[in-house]
């Protein structure tokens, strides 16, 4: 990621929503992904102010707590989909242009506006996105294509605005990118060594964690 591209990359729109019941097609959810863009919010540790999630037993919590979704791949979903759609279409907090899951790798260090957040680890698309885009085998579409999106841990609190600067302060020394985590955890990969580390490194998320050192102990017992 040379400096051009990290000039390139800001925050395309900043959206938040807080739990309510939607319906998606004939079910009804309760939900916090029903996001819309607003022109800035404060975003503390736990999240935006003003956002927050109905399933927080999967959703939220300190190393989930911003959604980042790239803008590039919007124009891939609005062909594959046949329609529009709008910002946070993947119920992310941050629609940003130019951070790629290809570039940007668990533990860098990115300034968004007046706070600085880390990127601990991807998003894993579940029934809800499918749902709320009307598809049945969306979730299972963005795992395939690799446009997952990541999430970010808040190291510094501050105010984030639609148009800010999403700036890389610290790459992390491992530069394990987001795209290679997809690639172990949906089973593309099955680099032991890769595995292993990425069940110990701190700045990777709690969860992702121990679904790799499940994986690391299934993989020695075969062995």
Avoid at 100 to 105: A, R
Wanted: hydrophobic content about 35%; overall charge negative.
């Amino acid at each position: 990621m040379d400096s051009t591209e990290r000039n390139q990359m800001k925050v395309v729109s900043l959206n938040v929503a807080l739990p309510s019941t939607q319906l998606y097609g004939e079910e009804e959810v309760f939900t916090g992904g029903a996001k819309r863009p607003v022109g800035s919010a404060m975003l503390r540790h736990p999240g935006f102010e003003g956002d927050g999630q109905g399933d927080t037993a999967n959703h939220g919590g300190p190393d989930k707590a911003v959604c980042v979704y790239p803008f590039d791949h919007y124009a891939y979903w609005e062909k594959t989909l046949g329609r529009g759609i709008g910002p946070g279409a993947f119920s992310e907090n941050l629609t940003v242009s130019g951070a790629l899951e290809t570039e940007v790798c668990v533990g860098d260090v990115f300034r968004v506006g007046g706070a600085v957040a880390q990127a601990s680890m991807p998003r894993t698309p579940c029934g809800l996105l499918a749902a709320k885009n009307g598809e049945r085998l969306f979730a299972k579409w963005v795992a395939d294509s690799g446009y997952t999106g990541f999430y970010m841990r808040v190291l510094s609190e501050g105010m984030v605005a639609e148009g800010d600067g999403f700036d890389l302060v610290e790459r992390h020394p491992d530069g394990i990118s987001i795209s290679t985590v997809n690639d172990a955890f949906f089973g593309h990969s099955m680099d032991p060594d890769l595995i292993e580390r990425l069940s110990t490194l701190p700045e990777f998320g709690a969860d992702g964690r121990a679904i790799f050192a499940e994986r690391l102990t299934r993989l020695r017992s075969a062995s």
